[in-house]
């Protein structure tokens, strides 16, 4: 079993950035990979970043949307991952979503966690 817990969502203007954070503990040492997805109002969830936490290089993906304004990276000894998010839009607004997996298909998740609310407006 793994536990993933959130932090750093909340309401910003539009232009500015937050730093989303999740921190793993448990079974830790079996997790392939690491994200984020979101899900906005009215919407299906869809995946927003993830990295392959056991390589060295750290192999990442994004969703097109997020290209050049998040970033994504993780710190092995301390189980976290973290996803900066500049130049955010009112189209970022969503709960995100932390997630873990023992595998390294993006469109499968093993573990939530229980979400943070990220809120875009001016």
């Known amino acids: 079993q793994v536990q993933l817990v959130e932090s750093g969502g909340g309401l910003v203007q539009p232009g500015g950035s937050l730093r989303l954070s999740c921190a793993a503990s448990?079974?830790?040492?079996?997790?392939?990979?690491m994200g984020w997805y979101r899900q906005a109002p009215g919407r299906q969830r869809e995946l927003v970043a993830g990295?392959?936490?056991?390589?060295?290089?750290?192999?990442?993906n994004y969703a097109d949307s997020v290209k050049g304004r998040f970033t994504i990276s993780r710190d092995n000894a301390k189980n976290t991952v973290y996803l900066q998010m500049n130049s955010l839009k009112p189209e970022d607004t969503a709960v995100y979503y932390c997630f873990a997996n023992y595998h390294t298909d993006w469109r499968r998740v093993d573990y939530w966690g229980q979400g943070t609310q990220v809120s875009v407006s001016s």
């Open positions: 990295i392959i936490s056991r390589i060295s290089r750290g192999i990442t």
């Open positions: 448990g079974s830790v040492r079996s997790i392939n990979a």
